[in-house]
């Protein structure tokens, strides 16, 4: 098992940038695929995207991709989420999830380890 911790979440303007960490501790990161996902007010947790274990391939949702990057770096047990261009629909409570093995999936409910959260809300 894997402990994570978000961070770096905050209220800011459409159109600027802003980047989430997760830090790792437990068991080596590099055996686990990893991923964000956000969950709006009122509605289901979304899958953002996800990078698999030794960071080489990476996947987003069609409502991210050009705008976030999710770069790992396993000798310092830490994940991010690199935000640009923030709209409205960005606003949520962003978590990190891990899972033993290789990236197969995006489904949420494969992923075991989770995080607290952090908020970001983006304002017009």
């Known amino acids: 098992q894997v402990q994570l911790v978000e961070s770096g979440g905050g209220l800011v303007q459409a159109g600027a940038s802003l980047r989430l960490s997760c830090a790792a501790s437990g068991r080596a990161s590099s055996a686990y695929s990893m991923a964000w996902f956000r969950q709006a007010p009122r509605k289901g947790r979304e899958f953002v995207a996800g990078?698999?274990?030794?960071?080489?391939?990476?996947n987003y949702a069609d409502s991210v991709k050009g705008r976030f990057t999710i770069p790992r770096d396993n000798a310092k047990n830490t994940l991010w989420l690199e935000m640009n261009s923030l709209k409205p629909e960005d606003t949520a409570t962003y978590y990190c999830?891990?899972?033993?093995?290789?990236?197969?999936?995006?489904?949420?409910?494969?992923?075991?380890?989770w995080g607290q959260g952090t908020q970001v809300t983006v304002s017009s």
């Open positions: 999830a891990a899972r033993p093995g290789p990236y197969t999936t995006s489904d949420e409910t494969t992923f075991g380890s």
């Open positions: 990078i698999t274990r030794a960071g080489r391939g990476t």
